[in-house]
């Protein structure tokens, strides 16, 4: 998309968001954070915060980022810094303390594929509800197996890939993190902190592109 169309037809709602970066590059073969590795000259980490430093719609954009490595990625003035916590959902809880708009977009800074129509359909779900997802429709058979046999063939017509940006109202989701670290509880994704303690409706929203999670080396190619 043409930045002169995207600023058409943006939605004008201002939104923080949290990126998450504390991850290490261990199952990648790497010595360091897999986040600062570089593709075209560019870290997987800044291709994931270019759309978001591009929206208007982005007011503040909290990296949670160990601070030895953020002199390594581009700086702008809509990045603050935060530590991390043992967990992904710690991080998230560490962030959120700096959200200081009605809605907030998290994202993980491992996955550097994000489409500005994405964002914006985001934004279009959150004026109809208060929590939506980013993610991708299965496509391949799924197979239910135990003990390396299969047991049954499960019906992917209604499963999806849970990606991210995962979006939300700030105060609902800040309350549920808040439960969630007073939980004995580990939540791996956020729609599943919200479901934990609210029955709200959670909207999915169809990812453009392939917005795979870099986890493997392998998982360059796609970039």
Do not use: W
């Amino acid at each position: 998309m043409s930045l002169f169309f995207y600023l058409c037809y943006t939605y004008f709602m201002r939104y923080d968001a949290i990126v998450l970066a504390y991850g290490q590059g261990k199952r990648m073969g790497l010595d360091y954070n897999k986040v600062l590795y570089k593709v075209d000259d560019k870290t997987v980490l800044d291709k994931a915060l270019d759309p978001f430093k591009e929206d208007d719609d982005c007011q503040k954009i909290i990296v949670v980022l160990e601070e030895k490595a953020r002199h390594l990625i581009s700086q702008d003035q809509k990045i603050i810094f935060c530590d991390g916590g043992d967990e992904r959902y710690k991080s998230v809880y560490e962030a959120l303390k700096y959200v200081k708009e009605d809605y907030v977009m998290i994202h993980d800074g491992a996955r550097p594929d994000i489409y500005i129509e994405d964002l914006i359909n985001i934004k279009e779900a959150l004026k109809e509800d208060d929590a939506c997802l980013l993610a991708s429709k299965v496509k391949d058979t799924v197979k239910k197996v135990k003990d390396g046999y299969i047991e049954k063939t499960i019906d992917r017509s209604d499963l999806y890939l849970a990606k991210t940006p995962q979006a939300f109202k700030a105060d609902i989701i800040k309350d549920a993190y808040d439960k969630a670290i007073k939980s004995s509880d580990i939540y791996t994704d956020d729609t599943q902190v919200l479901n934990a303690f609210y029955d709200i409706k959670i909207k999915v929203v169809e990812s453009h592109g392939l917005n795979n999670k870099i986890t493997y080396k392998e998982d360059l190619r796609y970039l």
